[in-house]
């Protein structure tokens, strides 16, 4: 797979065609993610379909229409999630201010999330 990682808007239709796929069985048609991710035009998804096919994180299994596929499920995943990067600054900024019950809390809640992300990780 190339090095690139996928812009914001690649990740967001990478996700959005994961989803699909795992819901009907089959990928959305081009019109249909233009639809749901509010793009004026086909032509700006196929140009993102384009790209990421080009970094290896999409594929299609022929050129018939719904062929495009997910190629493996940590292409949709950022490397270290902004969401934990801000929680743990949450948590050293209440222990800072002495308010512990609060940084215990968040700390359960960052407990769940990396356990949560690494069982996803190794899940097939």
Same mark, same amino acid.
């Given at each position: 797979? =190339?090095?690139?990682?996928?812009? /914001? /808007?690649?990740?967001?239709?990478?996700?959005?065609?994961?989803?699909?796929? /795992?819901?009907?069985?089959?990928?959305?048609?081009?019109?249909?993610?233009?639809? =749901?991710?509010?793009?004026?035009?086909?032509?700006?998804?196929?140009?993102?379909?384009?790209?990421?096919i080009a970094k290896g994180y999409l594929? /299609?299994?022929?050129?018939?229409? !719904?062929?495009?596929?997910?190629?493996?499920?940590?292409?949709?995943?950022?490397?270290?999630?902004?969401?934990i990067d801000w929680l743990k600054a949450?948590? =050293?900024? !209440?222990?800072?201010?002495?308010?512990?019950?609060?940084?215990?809390? %968040?700390? =359960?809640?960052?407990? %769940?999330?990396?356990?949560?992300?690494?069982?996803?990780?190794?899940?097939?």
């Amino acid at each position: 797979m =190339a090095s690139d990682r996928p812009s /914001k /808007k690649q990740q967001e239709l990478l996700s959005f065609i994961d989803g699909f796929i /795992k819901g009907n069985g089959y990928g959305p048609s081009y019109r249909e993610v233009m639809r =749901a991710l509010g793009y004026k035009s086909v032509s700006t998804v196929s140009a993102h379909v384009d790209a990421l096919i080009a970094k290896g994180y999409l594929r /299609k299994g022929d050129y018939s229409a !719904r062929s495009i596929e997910v190629v493996g499920a940590d292409a949709m995943r950022p490397a270290a999630p902004s969401y934990i990067d801000w929680l743990k600054a949450e948590i =050293a900024k !209440r222990r800072d201010d002495g308010r512990q019950d609060e940084a215990d809390t %968040l700390t =359960a809640a960052l407990e %769940l999330l990396e356990h949560e992300t690494n069982s996803d990780r190794t899940t097939p």
